[in-house]
Protein backbone atom coordinates (compact mmCIF):
# COMPACT_ATOMS: atom_id res chain seq x y z
CA UNK A 1 0.00 0.00 0.00
CA UNK A 2 1.38 3.53 -0.59
CA UNK A 3 2.18 5.53 2.35
CA UNK A 4 4.18 8.66 4.01
CA UNK A 5 6.69 8.18 6.15
CA UNK A 6 8.62 10.61 8.24
CA UNK A 7 12.10 10.02 10.27
CA UNK A 8 12.90 10.10 12.47
CA UNK A 9 9.95 10.20 14.43
CA UNK A 10 11.83 11.97 17.26
CA UNK A 11 15.03 13.72 18.06
CA UNK A 12 16.84 16.01 20.53
CA UNK A 13 19.05 18.58 19.45
CA UNK A 14 21.26 21.52 20.25
CA UNK A 15 20.68 24.90 19.67
CA UNK A 16 22.76 26.02 16.74
CA UNK A 17 23.12 22.71 15.58
CA UNK A 18 21.52 21.58 11.31
CA UNK A 19 18.65 19.32 11.23
CA UNK A 20 17.50 17.74 8.31
CA UNK A 21 13.93 15.58 8.39
CA UNK A 22 13.26 13.20 6.19
CA UNK A 23 9.43 12.62 4.44
CA UNK A 24 9.17 9.84 1.73
CA UNK A 25 5.89 9.08 0.22
CA UNK A 26 4.97 6.42 -2.47
CA UNK A 27 1.58 7.49 -3.44
CA UNK A 28 3.10 9.41 -6.61
CA UNK A 29 1.72 12.28 -5.20
CA UNK A 30 3.13 15.65 -6.94
CA UNK A 31 2.59 18.24 -4.43
CA UNK A 32 4.68 17.80 -0.90
CA UNK A 33 3.75 19.80 2.60
CA UNK A 34 5.19 20.69 5.69
CA UNK A 35 3.62 21.82 8.64
CA UNK A 36 4.45 21.93 12.49
CA UNK A 37 1.91 21.46 15.27
CA UNK A 38 2.31 23.96 18.28
CA UNK A 39 -0.39 24.28 21.29
CA UNK A 40 -2.65 26.82 20.24
CA UNK A 41 -1.36 26.96 16.62
CA UNK A 42 -2.83 24.16 15.31
CA UNK A 43 -1.33 23.44 12.01
CA UNK A 44 0.97 25.85 10.52
CA UNK A 45 2.66 25.49 6.98
CA UNK A 46 6.22 26.08 6.86
CA UNK A 47 7.37 25.09 3.03
CA UNK A 48 5.52 23.51 0.16
CA UNK A 49 6.53 21.95 -3.41
CA UNK A 50 4.30 21.42 -6.21
CA UNK A 51 6.89 19.50 -8.05
CA UNK A 52 10.14 18.42 -9.25
CA UNK A 53 12.48 21.20 -8.47
CA UNK A 54 9.23 23.36 -7.37
CA UNK A 55 9.18 25.10 -3.52
CA UNK A 56 7.26 27.76 -2.09
CA UNK A 57 7.80 29.72 1.33
CA UNK A 58 4.86 28.83 3.90
CA UNK A 59 3.08 31.30 6.35
CA UNK A 60 6.08 30.03 9.11
CA UNK A 61 9.17 30.06 6.46
CA UNK A 62 12.27 31.37 8.74
CA UNK A 63 14.62 29.37 9.81
CA UNK A 64 14.04 26.18 7.77
CA UNK A 65 14.44 25.36 4.10
CA UNK A 66 13.30 22.33 1.50
CA UNK A 67 14.78 20.79 -1.84
CA UNK A 68 12.93 18.87 -3.93
CA UNK A 69 15.26 16.90 -5.96
CA UNK A 70 12.27 13.92 -6.66
CA UNK A 71 9.08 13.20 -6.75
CA UNK A 72 9.18 11.05 -2.92
CA UNK A 73 11.03 13.14 -0.94
CA UNK A 74 11.14 16.51 0.68
CA UNK A 75 13.33 16.91 3.48
CA UNK A 76 12.90 19.68 5.88
CA UNK A 77 16.32 21.26 6.97
CA UNK A 78 16.23 23.51 9.71
CA UNK A 79 19.76 25.77 9.43
CA UNK A 80 20.26 26.74 12.76
CA UNK A 81 18.52 25.16 15.15
CA UNK A 82 16.62 27.62 18.18
CA UNK A 83 14.65 26.54 21.00
CA UNK A 84 11.36 28.12 19.22
CA UNK A 85 11.49 25.50 16.88
CA UNK A 86 10.99 22.84 19.02
CA UNK A 87 7.76 21.27 17.69
CA UNK A 88 6.22 18.37 16.35
CA UNK A 89 6.13 18.41 12.59
CA UNK A 90 4.38 16.94 10.24
CA UNK A 91 4.98 16.32 6.24
CA UNK A 92 1.81 15.37 3.70
CA UNK A 93 0.95 14.86 0.08
CA UNK A 94 -1.59 15.65 -2.44
CA UNK A 95 -2.36 15.33 -5.75
CA UNK A 96 -3.76 18.22 -7.29
CA UNK A 97 -6.74 19.96 -5.40
CA UNK A 98 -7.24 16.65 -3.46
CA UNK A 99 -7.16 15.51 0.29
CA UNK A 100 -3.27 15.52 1.86
CA UNK A 101 -2.16 12.47 3.69
CA UNK A 102 -0.16 13.18 6.49
CA UNK A 103 2.74 11.02 8.21
CA UNK A 104 2.90 10.31 11.99
CA UNK A 105 5.22 13.30 12.34
CA UNK A 106 8.88 14.05 13.97
CA UNK A 107 8.79 14.76 17.66
CA UNK A 108 11.84 17.93 17.43
CA UNK A 109 13.34 18.94 20.92
CA UNK A 110 16.02 21.78 20.92
CA UNK A 111 17.96 22.05 23.83
CA UNK B 1 -7.91 37.29 5.64
CA UNK B 2 -9.06 33.67 5.10
CA UNK B 3 -9.45 31.41 7.99
CA UNK B 4 -11.21 28.37 8.72
CA UNK B 5 -12.43 28.13 12.59
CA UNK B 6 -14.30 25.83 14.67
CA UNK B 7 -16.97 27.11 17.53
CA UNK B 8 -16.08 24.65 20.13
CA UNK B 9 -12.76 23.58 21.48
CA UNK B 10 -14.01 21.00 23.72
CA UNK B 11 -16.64 18.46 23.22
CA UNK B 12 -18.05 15.19 25.48
CA UNK B 13 -20.45 13.20 25.01
CA UNK B 14 -21.67 9.37 26.32
CA UNK B 15 -20.67 6.50 24.76
CA UNK B 16 -23.61 5.59 21.60
CA UNK B 17 -24.64 9.22 21.61
CA UNK B 18 -24.60 11.25 18.22
CA UNK B 19 -21.75 14.04 18.15
CA UNK B 20 -21.93 17.08 16.41
CA UNK B 21 -18.79 19.05 15.77
CA UNK B 22 -19.12 22.41 13.64
CA UNK B 23 -16.75 24.97 11.68
CA UNK B 24 -17.50 28.45 10.58
CA UNK B 25 -15.34 29.35 7.30
CA UNK B 26 -14.56 32.97 5.78
CA UNK B 27 -13.99 32.52 2.24
CA UNK B 28 -16.89 31.94 0.06
CA UNK B 29 -14.91 31.27 -3.27
CA UNK B 30 -13.98 28.01 -1.24
CA UNK B 31 -14.91 24.90 -3.26
CA UNK B 32 -13.48 21.73 -1.05
CA UNK B 33 -13.81 20.99 2.32
CA UNK B 34 -12.36 18.08 4.37
CA UNK B 35 -12.86 16.53 7.99
CA UNK B 36 -9.61 14.94 9.78
CA UNK B 37 -9.29 12.88 12.99
CA UNK B 38 -5.67 13.56 14.85
CA UNK B 39 -5.19 10.61 17.61
CA UNK B 40 -2.79 11.43 20.44
CA UNK B 41 0.88 10.71 18.77
CA UNK B 42 -0.69 10.01 14.97
CA UNK B 43 -1.08 12.63 12.02
CA UNK B 44 -4.14 13.85 10.89
CA UNK B 45 -6.27 11.09 8.93
CA UNK B 46 -8.53 12.01 6.46
CA UNK B 47 -12.44 11.38 7.34
CA UNK B 48 -14.88 12.78 5.03
CA UNK B 49 -14.50 15.09 2.30
CA UNK B 50 -17.05 17.27 0.35
CA UNK B 51 -17.33 19.68 -2.72
CA UNK B 52 -19.39 23.03 -2.90
CA UNK B 53 -21.79 21.59 -5.45
CA UNK B 54 -23.44 19.20 -2.76
CA UNK B 55 -24.70 20.00 1.02
CA UNK B 56 -24.20 16.52 2.47
CA UNK B 57 -22.34 13.61 2.28
CA UNK B 58 -22.34 10.55 4.25
CA UNK B 59 -20.07 7.97 5.13
CA UNK B 60 -19.21 5.39 7.36
CA UNK B 61 -21.17 6.58 10.96
CA UNK B 62 -20.27 10.10 9.50
CA UNK B 63 -22.08 12.92 8.04
CA UNK B 64 -20.63 16.14 6.76
CA UNK B 65 -23.11 18.97 6.21
CA UNK B 66 -22.32 21.80 4.30
CA UNK B 67 -24.36 25.17 3.99
CA UNK B 68 -23.21 27.67 1.76
CA UNK B 69 -25.49 30.67 3.03
CA UNK B 70 -23.53 31.21 6.51
CA UNK B 71 -20.38 29.19 5.37
CA UNK B 72 -20.59 26.44 8.08
CA UNK B 73 -19.39 23.07 8.13
CA UNK B 74 -20.30 20.29 10.34
CA UNK B 75 -19.53 16.72 11.25
CA UNK B 76 -21.29 14.46 12.86
CA UNK B 77 -20.65 10.95 14.77
CA UNK B 78 -23.29 8.94 15.07
CA UNK B 79 -23.07 6.02 17.52
CA UNK B 80 -19.94 7.13 18.79
CA UNK B 81 -17.15 4.86 20.29
CA UNK B 82 -14.20 4.86 22.67
CA UNK B 83 -12.23 5.09 19.40
CA UNK B 84 -13.81 7.92 18.40
CA UNK B 85 -11.79 10.38 21.08
CA UNK B 86 -9.53 12.64 19.21
CA UNK B 87 -8.81 15.86 17.80
CA UNK B 88 -10.88 17.03 14.93
CA UNK B 89 -9.77 19.31 12.18
CA UNK B 90 -11.67 20.99 9.49
CA UNK B 91 -10.24 22.19 6.21
CA UNK B 92 -10.61 23.91 3.02
CA UNK B 93 -9.25 24.53 0.37
CA UNK B 94 -9.92 27.75 -1.70
CA UNK B 95 -11.07 27.52 -5.84
CA UNK B 96 -8.02 27.05 -7.49
CA UNK B 97 -5.58 26.43 -4.77
CA UNK B 98 -4.02 23.61 -3.50
CA UNK B 99 -2.93 24.62 0.10
CA UNK B 100 -4.84 23.44 2.58
CA UNK B 101 -6.65 26.25 4.88
CA UNK B 102 -6.78 24.19 8.74
CA UNK B 103 -8.99 25.17 11.52
CA UNK B 104 -7.54 25.64 15.35
CA UNK B 105 -9.17 21.81 15.79
CA UNK B 106 -12.14 20.74 18.38
CA UNK B 107 -11.14 17.51 21.10
CA UNK B 108 -13.72 15.34 21.41
CA UNK B 109 -13.61 13.12 24.65
CA UNK B 110 -16.10 10.16 24.78
CA UNK B 111 -17.13 9.50 27.93
CA UNK B 112 -18.27 5.42 29.30
Known amino acids: DAEITQSPRHKITETGRQVTLACHQT?????MFWYRQDLGHGLRLIHY???????NKGEVSDGYSVSRSNTEDLPLTLESAASSQTSVYFC??????????FGDGTRLSIL | GESVGLHLPTLSVQEGDNSIINCAYS??????FIWYKQESGKGPQFIID?????DKRQGQRVTVLLNKTVKHLSLQIAATQPGDSAVYFC???????????FGQGTRLTINP
Open chain 1, 92 to 101: ASSRGSSAQH
Open chain 2, 27 to 32: NSASDY
Open chain 2, 91 to 101: AEIPQGAQKLV
Open chain 1, 49 to 55: SYGVHDT
Open chain 1, 27 to 31: WNHNN
Open chain 2, 50 to 54: IRSNM
